[in-house]
């Protein structure tokens, strides 16, 4: 039972422009978002969070987006650069507890 | 100076065998963690330590056995290696439970 869903498997966006990345998640009681970004034979590093208390967190050319109503979040990044091309991923906690991960999306920036 | 490094980085080996993954972090964090990613790209959780006790304990083949020395060591210790357990097993680490995670670059373990 996948809790947090990214439904892009993959994402191509060109240099300069905007990268929209997705997240859907089916359990009410998450409180606290996260998206962390993988580059390839290294392990995830974290990118930004969101409490639930909130509906936007930005951070330099990242915001991440909540709609608690439509359990859905969103990463924006703005302008997109190709040192962004990376896998994506998303994922959840309910008070404290495990962080449930997303199964990733691959976003290529092209030059 | 790396904040969470696991050792070695690939493992192979043959089915069968019994195998050990360390893990160690620099961060005077007091939660640490295993995840394993399959085939699939998933990372899910396998076990978490709090303070050297065990709190998570996923539903994991008990030839899993994790082991906490110390706030900063989670080794991860694998017996009779099946076909199944090749995949990328990270270690993570965090202030506290369910905050931000730090993830070691992950073991490549494959299993012939």
């Known amino acids: 039972d996948q809790q947090v869903k990214q439904n892009s498997p993959s994402l191509s966006v060109q240099e300069g422009r905007i990268s929209i990345l997705n997240c859907d998640y089916t359990n009410s009681m998450f409180d606290y978002f996260l998206w962390y970004k993988k580059y390839p034979a290294e392990g995830p590093t974290f990118l930004i969070s969101i409490s639930s208390i909130k509906d936007k967190n930005e951070d330099g050319r990242f915001t991440v987006f909540l709609n608690k109503s439509a359990k859905h979040l969103s990463l924006h990044i703005v302008p997109s650069q190709p040192g962004d091309s990376a896998v994506y991923f998303c994922?959840?906690?309910?008070?404290?507890?495990?962080?449930?991960f997303g199964a990733g999306t691959i976003l290529r920036v092209k030059s | 100076d790396t904040a969470v490094s696991q050792t070695p980085k690939y493992l192979v080996t043959q089915m069968g065998n019994d195998k050990s993954i360390k893990c160690e972090q620099n961060?005077?964090?007091?939660?640490m963690y295993w995840y394993k990613q399959d085939s699939k790209k998933f990372l899910k959780i396998m076990f978490s330590?709090?303070?050297?006790?065990?709190?998570i304990n996923e539903t994991v083949p008990n030839r899993f056995s994790p082991k906490s020395p110390d706030k900063a060591h989670l080794n991860l210790h694998i017996n009779s290696l099946e076909l199944g357990d090749s995949a990328v097993y990270f270690c993570?680490?965090?202030?506290?439970?369910?905050?931000?995670?730090?993830f070691g670059s992950g073991t490549q373990l494959s299993v012939l």
């Open positions: 994922a959840a906690s309910a008070r404290g507890n495990k962080l449930v």
């Open positions: 330590y709090n303070n050297k006790e065990l709190i």
């Open positions: 993570a680490s965090s202030l506290g439970r369910g905050g931000k995670l730090f």
């Open positions: 961060l005077g964090h007091d939660t």
